[in-house]
């Protein structure tokens, strides 16, 4: 019921920037978690950032923790993850996730985006 559209992915040297926006439409809802997941070559899926419904309350991975952050806007319907400070271990493809409820940001997705890569290199 939630369709989730990512952009904003490309390559990076260490050090830059970059910023990705994952849009949602289809029954869009404030109450929905948002999270960021990463997924690099045969690794598994794994949690980076999460958000709930109004923006008040985040969550990051130890590995982003002080280096991304995530920010929504709602009336845009609209996820973000600034990532700074990149790191070559950060090359993956990066996957936008809508929860509903924010005690499982970590853990699942209800509804995921089609993920968009991300190249760091060093």
């Known amino acids: 019921q939630v369709q989730l559209v990512e952009s904003g992915g490309g390559s990076a040297q260490a050090g830059g920037s970059l910023k990705l926006s994952c849009v949602a439409s289809g029954r869009t809802d404030r109450r929905y978690a948002m999270a960021w997941f990463r997924q690099a070559p045969d690794q598994g899926r794994k949690f980076v950032a999460g958000i709930d419904g109004g923006g008040g309350t985040t969550s990051y991975a130890d590995s982003v923790k002080g280096r991304f952050t995530i920010s929504r806007d709602n009336a845009k319907n609209t996820v973000f993850l600034q990532m700074d400070s990149l790191k070559a271990e950060d090359t993956a493809i990066y996957y936008c996730?809508?929860?509903?409820?924010?005690?499982?940001?970590?853990?699942?997705?209800?509804?995921w985006g089609q993920g968009t890569q991300v190249t760091v290199s060093s």
């Open positions: 996730a809508a929860t509903w409820g924010y005690e499982g940001v970590r853990t699942r997705g209800d509804f």
